[in-house]
């Protein structure tokens, strides 16, 4: 396995793939209707605009198998220094430490961007997913329940944040 910087030309089928996956399988994400091609343009947009990283697992073929990033918290100034993080790994190669692996690649990204703060919402009935937030060393930050439905049922949203040591000299502005 190796790590890339994930690129709409040549991974955005995968990912989209990925997304779709969890969508239509699971609650790891909150959408009903599965992406297209397009919106992943405007993902990627986002990504690139916010100098956010990108950070994919490829396999000994190339293929991508999982993927890491984050992206903006909240929208306010403030908040400059926080970012939501998620991680996706392909259903075929789930349960064998590559989500551990993302995750620390893109803690490391995080650091290297002067991150203070990565928060990740989770379904609370994700269990491997806060798992493996916990063996990172993220600490819960609140649950808000019912906070969305999906598949006919109240979902619960489970926060966790894990707060670094950068940047060295925050600023206000």
């Not at 950070?55 to 970012?83: C, H, M, N, Q």
């Not at 006919?152 to 600023?171: K, M």
Request: include cysteine; charge should be negative.
């Amino acid at each position: 396995m190796n790590f890339v910087t994930c690129t709409h030309d040549a991974h955005a089928g995968a990912i989209l793939e990925i997304f779709n996956d969890a969508i239509v399988n699971s609650t790891a994400l909150y959408d009903y209707k599965p992406r297209t091609p397009e919106n992943m343009v405007g993902w990627f947009k986002t990504k690139e605009a916010g100098r956010f990283p990108v950070i994919g697992a490829v396999d000994e073929k190339g293929e991508l198998i999982g993927f890491a990033s984050y992206g903006t918290f909240r929208a306010w100034p403030a908040y400059k220094y926080s970012v939501e993080h998620s991680v996706y790994v392909h259903k075929d190669h789930r349960g064998k430490g590559l989500g551990l692996v993302l995750m620390q690649e893109l803690i490391a990204a995080a650091r290297a961007q002067e991150v203070h703060v990565m928060v990740g919402a989770i379904d609370l009935a994700n269990k491997g997913s806060i798992a493996l937030h916990q063996r990172l060393g993220f600490e819960h930050a609140g649950t808000i329940r019912q906070a969305g439905f999906k598949f006919g049922r109240w979902l619960d949203v489970d926060f966790w944040q894990l707060v670094l040591e950068t940047p060295t000299h925050p600023v206000d502005g």
